[in-house]
């Protein structure tokens, strides 16, 4: 969907200032640290997965996501979540105090003692499908130039644009369709494009992009 989180295809936002990677703390702040963990424990209860996750925090007004920080959105999408799975209520949420209610949502529950191996084990999104890739390493793409209603991870400011296949990654699992609940695998290129394809023969530097594109997302020159 378009919104305020691909700032990657809106003008106006000025340069991005990022924090030097080696002085930048893994947390700014403690509630960070607490969103985080309670992101990935709700996330374990297998209600939702992580391109729903990720939808519902882009569903948010496009004012609302740029005000917010960082983990401030993911904690917004994670109410969101709770509160359409029914996990939470809202007098919960006002009270802060939980409810107890039957649930057979137990048995998925993430303990202190199994988060490591948790951690460690992540969640592999490769898959094997049966037709074989349309692109190869060197074949000219042009990525499509469309407005999806939901979750996409093709950025705006490569819509339209033209590259060129740089590595073909296997198949994985297609987000557009894993956010709407339908698990389903499509080839993933790495797609490499020129600044001036993208930005326009003003971009002040001549360098290389390197973009991860599925296979819905391209089409041939």
């Known amino acids: 969907m378009n919104g305020g989180h691909d700032l990657g295809g809106m003008h106006g936002l000025g340069p991005i200032n990022p924090e030097p990677e080696q002085q930048e703390p893994v947390f700014h702040h403690e509630w960070e640290r607490r969103v985080f963990a309670l992101t990935l424990a709700s996330g374990s209860l297998r209600q939702w997965n992580l391109d729903q996750s990720r939808h519902s925090r882009e569903r948010q007004h496009p004012a609302d996501y740029l005000r917010n920080s960082y983990y401030e959105n993911w904690?917004?999408?994670?109410?969101?979540?709770?509160?359409?799975k029914g996990l939470i209520s809202q007098s919960e949420q006002d009270s802060g105090k939980a409810v107890p209610m039957e649930t057979h949502l137990t048995d998925n529950v993430l303990a202190a003692s199994k988060v490591t191996d948790a951690m460690l084990k992540g969640g592999p999104v490769n898959m094997d499908i049966e037709p074989p890739p349309l692109f190869k390493r060197g074949d000219t793409v042009r990525v499509r130039n469309i407005n999806p209603e939901g979750h996409t991870r093709l950025p705006r400011y490569a819509?339209?644009?033209?590259?060129?296949?740089?590595?073909?990654?296997?198949?994985?699992?297609?987000?557009?369709?894993?956010?709407?609940?339908?698990?389903?695998?499509?080839?993933?290129?790495?797609?490499?494009?020129?600044?001036?394809?993208?930005?326009?023969s003003e971009a002040r530097n001549d360098?290389?992009?390197?973009?991860?594109?599925?296979?819905?997302?391209l089409q041939e020159v």
């Open 159 to 200: 819509r339209g644009r033209q590259g060129v296949v740089d590595i073909h990654h296997g198949a994985h699992v297609f987000p557009d369709s894993n956010a709407q609940g339908i698990r389903e695998g499509q080839h993933l290129y790495g797609v490499q494009f020129t600044s001036s394809e993208l930005w326009g």
């Open 75 to 84: 904690y917004q999408g994670l109410l969101k979540l709770l509160f359409e």
């Open 207 to 217: 360098f290389q992009v390197c973009i991860d594109l599925w296979e819905p997302y």
